[in-house]
C-alpha cells in the first residue's frame, strides 16, 4: 500500500498508525514468533499470586484450591489464545508444584507425589490439576476444530482464503513457507490431534462439539480408576482432611521410615505416640499404633459400626463394599479419615512441639465435625433415605 493510500484511509477514519507488538484485551499481540521474554507478565503474575502473604499460611487443601481456581485461570487466559512456548509452559508447571508442596524462595521442600500422578482427575487417583504442556494443546485443539468444520468465523474464513486455497481439508494441507510461525505450528499440532478425528468429525463426544476436558483426558492415556475416590473425596470429609488421607493412602507421608529411605538423618526412629517403641512407618502409625485405634474404636462404636482394621487401602476398600446406603458409606469414611488427619497432626505436634494430644479432646472435636457437616445435608435425597445415621450422630 502508497503512503498516499495510507494518509487518505487515515484521514477519512481519525485511526492512528499502530505498531506491534500491542496489547488487545490484556494480551500481547506479535507478527513474531513468541519467545520466553514475551510471556514474562504470565509467569510474573503468577508469581506474584503465590508469593503474596496469605497464601503462606494455607494448608495443602487450601493451596490445592488456589492452584486450580486462581493460578489455572491466569494461565487459562492465556493458553486458550497462544501456542505457547515450551520454557514457559515448564516454567508455569515449576509454579504450580512448588506453591503446592510449599517450597518458597530460599526454602525448598520435598514434592510429596509425582507431578504426572498430580496431573490426572481424582477418579484416577489425582488431584485434578490440569498439566500445562497439554492443557495447552487441547486448548488450541478448538482452533483447528473450528477450521474442521469451518466455522462462521472471520479468522476461519480468512485462513480458508489465504492458506488453504488449494484443499479445504485441514488434515492435507501443507503450510506454504512463507506462512506465519503461528500456522506452521498449528499444523505440527495437528499430528497429535488427528487421532481425535474420524472421517473429519470429531469424535471424543458423542455430539461432535469440541470438549477441552475430553480432548485433554485423551492425551492422559489409558488410565485406571482409583476404586475408593468417591470416599477419598467426600464432601462429608473436611478438605485438609481429605488432602492428608490421600496423602496417607498413597504411603507418601513423610514417616520417619521414609525420611531415612531417603538418606535424611532421624535422632529417634521410633512412634512417638505410643509405647511401643516400634518404628515408625504407615503401617504402624495408621494401622497398629494404639493411639489412633483407641480412637477408631470409640467413634466407630459411636456410630454403632464395628471397623475393620487394616491397612488405609482395606479399610476403604471395606467401606465401600458394605451394603450401606452411600450417606452411611461416606461418613464412616469421613470418621475414619479424620482419625487419620489428627494422628498425623498428633504424631507432629510431638515431633515438632513437644506437646501431648489427649485423644478424648480429638474424638469430640472430630464428632462435633461430623454432625456439622452432616447438618448441611439433612435435606438432601442421601439423608433422606439415611434418616437412622443422621438421628444417631445429629440428634434429630
Known sequence: MTEEAK?????????????????YLGLPLSSKKWNKVDCYQLVEKITKRITSGYSRQLSYAGRLQIVNVVLFSIYNFWGTVFILPQSVLQEVDKKYREFLWGSSEGHKKIALVAWDKVCVPKKYGGLNIKSCKLWNVAAVGKLLWQLANKKDVLWVKWVHEIYMKDTDNIWENIPPQ???????????????????????????TPNGTYSMTSSYQAMLGLLHKCPEADLLWSSIMQPRQRFILWLAYQGRLLTKDRLQNMHIQVENAACGLCEQESAETHQHLFTECHWGNTMRKDLANWMGVILLRGTIQQILAWIKSRCWKQLKKEA?????????????????????????????????????????????????RKARN???????????
Not at 506452521?184 to 473429519?200: A, C, D, F
Not at 439415611?386 to 434429630?396: A, Y
Open 7 to 23: 494518509l487518505r484511509i487515515l484521514n477519512s477514519t481519525g485511526f492512528s498508525i499502530g505498531v506491534l507488538p500491542i496489547r
Open 178 to 204: 512463507d506462512c506465519s510461525w503461528y500456522w506452521k505450528k498449528l499444523n505440527v499440532l495437528k499430528t497429535e490431534m488427528l487421532q481425535w478425528y474420524q472421517r473429519g468429525q470429531y469424535v471424543l
Open 332 to 380: 464412616v469414611a469421613a470418621m475414619y479419615g479424620a482419625t487419620i488427619y489428627y494422628t498425623w497432626q498428633a504424631r507432629n505436634w510431638r515431633q515438632f512441639r513437644q506437646k501431648h494430644v489427649n485423644t478424648n479432646f480429638i474424638i469430640a472435636q472430630i464428632k462435633k465435625e461430623l454432625q456439622v457437616r452432616l447438618e448441611r445435608v439433612t435435606e438432601s
Open 386 to 396: 439415611c434418616q437412622d445415621l443422621i438421628h444417631r450422630i445429629c440428634g434429630r
